[in-house]
């Protein structure tokens, strides 16, 4: 599959008006509440589009509903903006459904109101790897949804190349982090702090570098205000890679508890799969987990001065979230306050 040239090694200056609005679509998310918390620390203006129009955490940001799959509403919900943030995911088993139509409307609308489109992506397209992803692996998808996501980031690119707007992706590994669901975040870290079983997918010994949320987010939010290319994939920074064993083993000493990790192969996934549908869907993605998972993002580090949040301190701050009532979607402004201290 065809991808975008290089981006430069070099910092860019910003580019963005300053009075120009930063959109963030999909705001009520983990990861795009974080994004709506950084721009709005940066001194940005920024409007959060969510589908009802909620509070996401930061205060005096504006909040707009709109659904993404609503052109009209969207292309609304976007004037004025000179970076449209898209962080929208529909639910898991609707990915095939609602991904492309959403994803196409908000090239749209960006497109309409002249702003850059940054695109909160994963890795899914790399395939099968023996190396350590970076942006010039080649896309080469083994499973339905990272073709999918293949196809997602080629449709912006695409549009970048006919002259239609900018495009910046920035790619995370499995994310962890409050408010994030995944396979890591769902099985470490509220069983470490209980002291139940960890249940590990795949080899637990093996390079993997899980991405801290709040770094996607900067990541994300970095983009949309200093990227100057046409056109670019950039990767997550990341610390040196640890192992899902390691990374467990953290978050059961900064909990107080014993690790207890059972390690879960394809085949067992796959018999959950008969019976839970969901599990089903993401049995072909547990390749990931049994091959070194390292994402490099030494590109973005260097060019934009992103320093990653390290394991430690990515696995306090999401314990902390756990141990408070409103854990599933902390407070996001507060977060960034207290990381940036
Ligand atoms: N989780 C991971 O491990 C991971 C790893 C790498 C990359 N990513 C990518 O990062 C991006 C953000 O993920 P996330 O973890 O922040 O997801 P999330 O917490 O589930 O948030 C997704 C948001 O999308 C919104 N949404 C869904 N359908 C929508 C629609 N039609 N119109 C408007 N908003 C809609 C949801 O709004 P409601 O609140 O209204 O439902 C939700 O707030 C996704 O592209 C995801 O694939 C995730």
């Known amino acids: 599959m065809s991808r975008p040239s290089s981006p430069p090694d070099r910092p860019a200056p910003p580019t963005s008006p300053a009075d120009g609005v930063h959109v963030v679509v999909g705001a009520g998310g983990a990861v795009g509440r974080l994004v709506v918390a950084h721009l709005s620390a940066a001194g940005l203006r920024v409007r959060a589009v969510t589908r009802d129009g909620r509070d996401v955490g930061t205060p005096g940001v504006e909040a707009v509903a709109a659904d993404a799959a609503d052109g009209a509403a969207l292309t609304a919900a976007c004037r004025g903006a000179v970076?449209?943030?898209h962080c929208v995911m529909p639910p898991f088993l609707r990915w095939t459904r609602d991904f492309p139509a959403l994803t196409d409307a908000l090239i749209d609308a960006a497109s309409a109101v002249g702003a850059r489109l940054v695109y909160a992506d994963d890795t899914w397209m790399y395939g099968r790897?023996?190396?350590p992803m970076t942006e010039d692996t080649p896309w080469r998808p083994v499973s339905s949804r990272g073709v999918l996501?293949?196809?997602l980031a080629e449709r912006m690119l695409h549009a970048a190349a006919a002259g239609r707007l900018q495009v910046s992706i920035a790619r995370a590994g499995e994310l962890y982090g409050p408010g994030v669901r995944s396979l890591i975040a769902g099985n470490v870290f509220g069983p470490a702090l209980r002291g139940r079983p960890v249940h590990w997918v795949g080899d637990p010994d093996l390079p993997l570098t899980p991405t801290f949320v709040d770094d996607f987010a900067?990541?994300?939010?970095?983009l949309g205000t200093t990227d100057t290319s046409d056109a670019a994939v950039w990767h997550v920074p990341h610390p040196a890679p640890t192992t899902g064993r390691a990374l467990a083993a953290e978050a059961c000493r900064q909990a107080g508890t014993r690790l207890w990790l059972l390690r879960h192969g394809t085949t067992r996934f796959r018999a959950v799969g008969r019976v839970v549908p969901i599990v089903r869907e993401?049995?072909?993605l547990v390749y990931q987990f049994e091959q070194p998972f390292v994402v490099?993002?030494?590109?973005a580090a260097?060019?934009?001065g992103l320093t990653p949040t390290s394991y430690e301190e990515g696995v306090r701050r999401t314990l902390s979230a756990l141990r408070t009532p409103s854990a599933d979607r902390p407070d996001a402004?507060?977060?960034?306050a207290e990381a940036s201290a």
Do not use: K
């Open 83 to 85: 970076a449209v943030h």
């Open 129 to 131: 790897v023996r190396a």
């Open 149 to 151: 996501r293949a196809w």
């Open 218 to 222: 900067r990541t994300v939010a970095v």
């Open 282 to 284: 993401g049995a072909e």
């Open 296 to 299: 490099d993002g030494s590109r």
């Open 302 to 304: 260097r060019s934009f």
């Open 333 to 336: 402004a507060r977060a960034v």
